[in-house]
């Protein structure tokens, strides 16, 4: 089973930027669509971004679309999360997973890392 370690959340103003990072254990990292989800207070968990594992495909939510930027580094076995231009409503508990190798859904999560923005 994957290890998933998320770190790089905090406080930050509106129209801020935070880079959130995913690091993953295990040698297949590669093998694997990694995407970034986030469950704000009271609501439910919603998708973010994805990035194919060779990263040359990406995702993104409409909400974030322009604004964040997913990437990943495959020699660190890690993704990223560039968010620039934060605004309150991205205020949420972020999330990474890797996405299972069958099917559409994601079979191992992070912890998570907290996103705060004030306005």
């Known amino acids: 089973q994957v290890q998933l370690v998320e770190s790089g959340g905090g406080l930050v103003q509106a129209g801020g930027s935070l880079r959130l990072s995913c690091a993953a254990s295990?040698?297949?990292?590669?093998?694997?669509?990694m995407g970034w989800f986030r469950q704000a207070p009271g609501k439910e968990r919603e998708f973010v971004a994805r990035?194919?594992?060779?990263?040359?495909?990406?995702y993104y939510a409409d909400s974030v679309k322009g604004r964040f930027t997913i990437s990943r580094d495959n020699a660190k076995n890690t993704v990223y999360l560039q968010m620039n231009s934060l605004k309150p409503e991205d205020t949420a508990v972020y999330y990474c997973?890797?996405?299972?190798?069958?099917?559409?859904?994601?079979?191992?999560w992070g912890q998570g890392t907290q996103v705060t923005v004030s306005s």
């Open positions: 997973a890797r996405r299972a190798t069958l099917g559409a859904s994601y079979d191992s």
């Open positions: 295990g040698r297949t990292f590669s093998s694997y669509t």
């Open positions: 990035i194919s594992g060779s990263g040359g495909s990406t």
